[in-house]
């Protein structure tokens, strides 16, 4: 299987441990877990729960170490 953003946010075993943050946050704050909504943020929702999944985005990559 290719290795596509879908498949290394949502899918990818090798990041299973360091997804359960990403997905508490989600649940946490009731927004689906969508590959559009992790790369491409909320139009329905202020600027501030957009920054906070951004960083819990940006926090899942530095943590997998997947580009370094």
């Known amino acids: 299987r290719s290795e596509d953003s879908t498949h290394f946010l949502l899918h990818c075993p090798l990041y299973d441990e360091i997804r359960i943050d990403l ?5 946490e704050y009731e927004i ?13 929702q202020d600027l501030e729960l957009n920054e906070m999944l951004f960083n819990e985005v940006h926090l899942f ?8």
Do not use: W
């Open 61 to 68: 990559i530095e943590q997998s170490k997947r580009f370094t």
């Open 32 to 44: 689906a877990l969508t590959i559009e909504n992790l790369l491409y943020g909320l139009d329905d």
């Open 23 to 27: 997905l508490n946050f989600c649940a």
